[in-house]
């Protein structure tokens, strides 16, 4: 029988090997909360206590209710306060969106760690069960592919339809073209009618629910656990797939798999018995990212207004 520290290398294995989960789910979840926020203008730095909100109230709502669907919702409440919160100090309170977001990642970190140590009470391991995956007849047996993309959890195939959707939404909608409105040109935007602290609000509750479920998606799809600082830089790395991405849906989708390439890569060589620092292995997915974002120099496509403050009437 395992002991509990060997349980939990052996289901983070399985997490991001790619024979349970897309290992870049997580991450795409946050990505496209983040997309749609900087598209209206909204940098949310903070993704990453977003993430770590959604972990520990989707572990804490699954063990106390018995129920995973009950610790998604709660997931996903998770990151929409702590988004909000952002929302308040960025939007209402026209604050700096870079130290709002480092603050609100300080801040949840401690809170998480907090509260879990309330909720564990001296318990050393504490698991839940997850979501199973559901393979796609025919689709789940294309070599190479089929078992990555098509044999997955709900949540999973949720994300694909969604990176669809959002694609559509800006380019072929009206309404798209106003929230993008919103963060190239605000003031012009709100020459034409449109409300651009409305819609900013807006994409903020989108921002926190998905990225809510990404934390989620850790816990009730992955691993089953919750740990201090689980996140471990997935939210930064989020930000990372969007610039990376060019700030489109499926750029992030790209983004966000060469990521999951590799850190299954790096788990995988470790268990494997590799003989490589662990230390330096760890390191493989976020400098590979950072490579491909130097790569990406230069390609500049962020929005005009990402970032600023916007104040009505003002010049």
Not at 249 to 256: K, N, T
Request: aromatic share 12%; net charge positive; charged share 10%.
């Amino acid at each position: 029988m395992r002991n509990a520290s060997a349980d939990f290398q052996f289901k983070l294995y399985d997490g991001f090997s790619g024979r349970s989960s897309s290992s870049g789910s997580a991450l795409m979840y946050g990505g496209i909360g983040e997309t749609i926020a900087e598209k209206s203008g909204i940098l949310n730095i903070g993704m990453e206590g977003v993430m770590l909100s959604g972990a520990f109230f989707s572990f804490a709502g699954a063990w106390y209710s018995g129920n995973l669907f009950v610790g998604l919702l709660c997931g996903m409440a998770g990151g929409l306060i702590v988004s909000l919160l952002h929302g308040l100090l960025s939007i209402t309170l026209i604050q700096n969106q870079s130290v709002s977001g480092l603050a609100i990642n300080m801040l949840m970190l401690g809170v998480t760690s907090f509260l879990f140590k309330l909720m564990s009470n001296g318990q050393g391991y504490q698991q839940i069960e997850t979501f199973p995956n559901i393979a796609i007849p025919g689709l789940s047996k294309i070599p190479l592919i089929g078992d990555a993309f098509f044999n997955c959890d709900f949540l999973t195939y949720i994300l694909y339809v969604l990176l669809i959707l959002t694609w559509i939404f800006y380019k072929k909608t009206n309404l798209g073209l106003s929230f993008m409105a919103v963060g190239e040109h605000p003031r012009a935007a709100e020459s034409a009618g449109i409300q651009v602290k409305k819609y900013r609000w807006i994409v903020m509750v989108f921002n926190g629910i998905l990225g809510g479920i990404g934390g989620a998606y850790l816990v009730l799809v992955q691993l089953g656990v919750f740990t201090e600082n689980m996140i471990s830089g997935r939210g930064y790395i989020a930000l990372a797939t969007v610039i990376l991405g060019r700030y489109t849906p499926f750029g992030m989708f790209g983004a966000a798999l060469l990521f999951g390439a590799a850190n299954a890569l790096q788990i995988r060589l470790q268990t494997i018995g590799v003989s490589i620092s662990p230390f330096l292995l760890a390191i493989l997915p976020y400098a590979l990212t950072l490579i491909a974002m130097l790569g990406a120099a230069g390609k500049n496509s962020e929005p005009e207004a990402l970032a600023k403050p916007y104040v009505k009437g003002s010049r």
